[in-house]
Each structure stands twice: as C-alpha cells, then as structure tokens.
C-alpha cells in the first residue's frame, strides 16, 4: 500500500515538475515582459501546487500534510494575487506593450497606435506608447 | 521475472533516492531563475523571475521537511510564503510610483 502511494505521489510530483520547467524554458523564450507574465505566472503557480500535492499523497493523512495544505492554499490565493499586482503597476508605469527591442530597427511609420488593426503590422512599426 | 525485477527498481528508486533528486532538480531551477533575474532587461522581469524564484525557495523547504520528517520545517515555509509574497506586492507599487513621479516631472509627450 505504501508502495502504491509512493509511485503514484512520484508521478503527480513528476508531472509538476514539468509544469515548473516549461515555466522556465517560456520566461526565457518569450523576450517581452506581457508575454512573459501570462506563460510563467500560470504555469509556476500550478507546478508548484502540484509537487506539494504530490508529497501530501506520498506522506499520507497526518499532520504534515494539513500544513502543507496550509500552504497550497496560500499559494493558491497569494500568487496570482502577485502576479496581477506587478502587471497592473508595470501597465500604470507605462511599460510599452510593444516589444522594445524592435525599436532600433524599423523608425519609418509612426503613426501606430497599438490598436487591434495594427497589430499584425507591429515588426514594421515604432514602438510608442500605446495607451495615447 | 525480468519484468518483476524491473518493477523492483522502480519501487525501489521511488522510495529511496527520488526526493533527493527532486531536491537537486528544485535547486537547479532556483538557479535557473536566479540567472533570469540577472538577464531581464527591465525590473519588472526581475521582479517576475524573484516572485518564482521564492515559490522554488518554498517547494525546497517542503521537500527538506519532508526528506528529514521534521513537520516543524513548515512552518518556516508558511512565513516565507507571507513574507516573500507581501514585500513583493510592495515592492511592485513602491516601483510604479516612482516611475508615475518621473515621468510627471519630465512632462507627457
């Protein structure tokens, strides 16, 4: 019995920990920060529960595992509470929606405003702040 | 028999040396997190790459409870978790200030 609860803890451990590292490898993807933000937040708060469920199948019905579900429910709450909190400053603090690293290349058409018609022209347009 | 043998290995690892490794894993991603902090080009990639880096930070103390079977352990968790998470949230708005502050005293476009 015990040896059916560490493989299937084992397992679900396994599949967080693949969450987690697809978080990682889409932070260093995506070059933007909005992107950025939307693949890891989701991703690292799910793969995160997920291995602290794992362990709580593992280690059984005890104690141990009323604190660790203590603190998935704190993750739970807290993190996306995070996530939204430095997106919504970075926006007020006028963070470009744009990638900025298409700047230097192209400063012929400035008449872009980020609106959903230009969006597919964005590689040939300037990066300016879009909220105006 | 092969097959028995085979299942023998996997239950062994399993219960033997895969929290070890999982602790190794947890480490290796904390300092692949830690290298995004470094490289973000602005602070708020930085600020993204430290709130995970400080999630990594809480799944390594649950798993050393775990590993050690000290429940005490997680209670250290529990504070990192309401810490990391509150300087964070105030971190984001003390950034977003400043900046709002800046660029009214440089003027709008």
């Known amino acids: 019995m015990a040896d059916i609860a560490n493989i299937v803890g084992s397992v679900i451990i396994i599949i967080g920990v693949v969450f987690i590292v697809l978080g990682a490898f889409g932070i260093f993807k995506f070059k933007s920060f909005y992107p950025r933000m939307l693949v890891g937040s989701k991703v690292d708060t799910m793969g995160s529960m997920t291995i602290i469920f794992g362990i709580m199948v593992r280690h059984g019905f005890t104690f141990f595992s009323a604190k660790l579900m203590l603190i998935v429910i704190l993750i739970l709450v807290l993190n996306p509470l995070v996530s939204h909190i430095i997106t919504k400053a970075a926006y007020e603090s006028g963070h470009p929606l744009v990638d900025y690293r298409k700047n230097a290349k192209n400063t012929e058409n400035k008449e872009n405003t980020g609106n959903i018609e230009n969006i597919e022209n964005i590689e040939n347009t300037e990066n300016t702040d879009v909220r105006e | ?109």
């Open chain 2, 1 to 109: 028999m092969n097959t028995i043998n085979v299942i023998d290995v996997i239950v062994e690892y399993f219960s033997q040396q895969f929290m070890t490794h999982l602790l190794w894993a947890m480490l290796a991603l904390v300092v692949v997190f830690i290298i995004g902090v470094i490289k973000g080009p602005s602070i708020w990639d930085r600020l993204l790459s430290m709130s995970m880096v400080s999630l990594k930070v809480i799944v390594v103390i649950v798993v050393l409870a775990y590993i050690s079977d000290t429940a005490y352990l997680l209670d250290l968790a529990i504070i990192y978790a309401l810490f990391g998470f509150i300087s964070e949230i105030f971190i984001a708005l003390f950034v977003a200030d400043r900046a709002k502050e800046d660029s009214a005293r440089e003027g709008r476009k």
